[in-house]
Every structure is written in structure tokens, then in C-alpha cells.
């Protein structure tokens, strides 16, 4: 039965439901259950969550050479910035949580780009939509080496992959791809540490 319908739920209440719902896992009834949680819950938790849904937004951008997400009084990134880290090595990923999977694994030292998804003509998704020629600007104007493409092993990550080789094949630069360790039809975010470690391990030319 839709909340809606029932006529009893104040107007915030079923608003709240509504944009719950329209969260990534999150169905009516998830949203239902959080609403009525946070509705019992402390003025000071609910206060602190919805400041930090503002700040998320306000204190937020993206670093201006890898474009994953930064602080605000921060760019480049905290990873650009590390003069500890191989610049020669270029790791690839769709989504800003992609480089949080692989920080955790803990042996990858190179920088990354993230392209803020992948190419799917299916949802009118192409090149251009993603952060892809400033990553063959990236690749073109620096001392790279070796491009790391670690898309998502589906359709769309296999799609991104092919382009960004085709893009780079033929030049100075080493393009290789994840191991098959991930498995397919997942995504990276999901992957553990030691399947993480394996695949970058063994990574081989495309």
C-alpha cells in the first residue's frame, strides 16, 4: 500500500519518503522505516545529518586534474598533490568510489582519473560525456607511462575500455587492463582487497 494513499501522513513526512525512495537501494519501504527513524530520533542527530547533506554539496567539488572528489579549500586532490606518488602510472576508474576500492587494497602508488561513469549508447552515453579527452590530454602533455584501465568489467566498462585503447594505441604509452580476478557483470566498489590486489598484479597489455 502506497503512504500516500492512506491520507494520514503529514505532508513531511511522506516528503521525505519520496526522496528516500529515490536513492540508489533504497525502496519505499526502506525510505518509509529511515523517515519514521529519524522522526524518533534526537534533534541533534537529525540536525547533524541534514548539515552534513548540505556540506556535502557546498564542500565538495572536483580536483581539477583527476576530477575525483575534493574538499573545496583543496586542489588539486590529496592524491595529486602527493609528491610521493608515481606519476608515470595512470589508473583509469569510472567512479570516485572506484579509488576508494583501490586505496584500500593498499599497493596501488600511481594517480588516477576518474571519468565519472562509462560509455552506454543504451542510456545515450558517449565519449563525450565523460572525462575521457582530458585524459588523453592528461596522457599526451605528461610524463606517463602506463595507462591502468580499470573500468567495470560489463558491457559499458568493456565499451570505455576498447575507446580509451584505441585512443592510446600505437603510442609511447603501456595500456593495460585489470586482471580478470574482478568478477563480471560487478562492479569495482564491491570488490575486496585481496581480488583488488590480485587484479592489478595481473594486469597485462590489451
Same mark, same amino acid.
Given at each position: 500500500m502506497?503512504?500516500?494513499?492512506?491520507?494520514?501522513?503529514?505532508?513531511?513526512?511522506q516528503r521525505l519518503?519520496?526522496?528516500?525512495?529515490?536513492?540508489?537501494?533504497?525502496?519505499p519501504k526502506?525510505?518509509?522505516?529511515?523517515?519514521f527513524?529519524?522522526?524518533?530520533?534526537?534533534?541533534?542527530?537529525?540536525?547533524t545529518?541534514?548539515?552534513?547533506?548540505v556540506l556535502l554539496?557546498?564542500?565538495t567539488?572536483?580536483?581539477?586534474?583527476?576530477?575525483?572528489?575534493?574538499?573545496s579549500?583543496?586542489?588539486?586532490?590529496?592524491?595529486?598533490?602527493?609528491v610521493?606518488?608515481d606519476?608515470?602510472?595512470l589508473?583509469v576508474?569510472?567512479?570516485?568510489?572506484?579509488v576508494m576500492a @583501490?586505496?584500500r587494497? *593498499?599497493m596501488f602508488?600511481?594517480?588516477?582519473?576518474?571519468l565519472? *561513469?562509462?560509455?552506454?549508447p543504451?542510456?545515450?552515453i558517449?565519449?563525450d560525456?565523460l572525462?575521457l579527452?582530458?585524459l588523453l590530454?592528461?596522457?599526451n602533455s605528461?610524463d606517463?607511462?602506463?595507462?591502468? @584501465?580499470?573500468?567495470n568489467?560489463?558491457?559499458s566498462?568493456?565499451?570505455?575500455?576498447?575507446?580509451i585503447?584505441?585512443?592510446?594505441?600505437? *603510442?609511447?604509452?603501456r595500456?593495460?587492463?585489470?586482471a580478470?580476478?574482478l568478477?563480471?557483470?560487478?562492479?569495482l566498489?564491491?570488490?575486496?582487497?585481496i581480488?583488488?590486489?590480485?587484479a592489478?598484479? *595481473?594486469?597485462?597489455?590489451m
Amino acid at each position: 500500500m502506497n503512504l500516500k494513499s492512506v491520507g494520514t501522513v503529514p505532508r513531511p513526512v511522506q516528503r521525505l519518503i519520496d526522496q528516500l525512495s529515490r536513492l540508489p537501494g533504497i525502496g519505499p519501504k526502506s525510505a518509509s522505516r529511515l523517515t519514521f527513524y529519524l522522526l524518533r530520533a534526537a534533534d541533534e542527530q537529525t540536525t547533524t545529518l541534514a548539515e552534513a547533506l548540505v556540506l556535502l554539496k557546498s564542500d565538495t567539488s572536483f580536483c581539477s586534474i583527476c576530477y575525483n572528489i575534493r574538499s573545496s579549500d583543496a586542489d588539486p586532490c590529496a592524491v595529486c598533490s602527493d609528491v610521493n606518488r608515481d606519476t608515470t602510472t595512470l589508473c583509469v576508474v569510472e567512479e570516485p568510489l572506484d579509488v576508494m576500492a @583501490i586505496e584500500r587494497a *593498499g599497493m596501488f602508488d600511481g594517480m588516477y582519473h576518474v571519468l565519472h *561513469g562509462s560509455i552506454s549508447p543504451v542510456d545515450g552515453i558517449g565519449p563525450d560525456d565523460l572525462k575521457l579527452n582530458q585524459l588523453l590530454d592528461r596522457v599526451n602533455s605528461g610524463d606517463v607511462k602506463e595507462v591502468v @584501465i580499470a573500468t567495470n568489467p560489463n558491457l559499458s566498462g568493456e565499451a570505455t575500455a576498447m575507446y580509451i585503447y584505441q585512443q592510446l594505441s600505437g *603510442g609511447r604509452v603501456r595500456v593495460t587492463r585489470l586482471a580478470r580476478g574482478l568478477p563480471v557483470g560487478g562492479d569495482l566498489e564491491y570488490a575486496d582487497e585481496i581480488t583488488l590486489v590480485r587484479a592489478l598484479e *595481473g594486469r597485462q597489455d590489451m
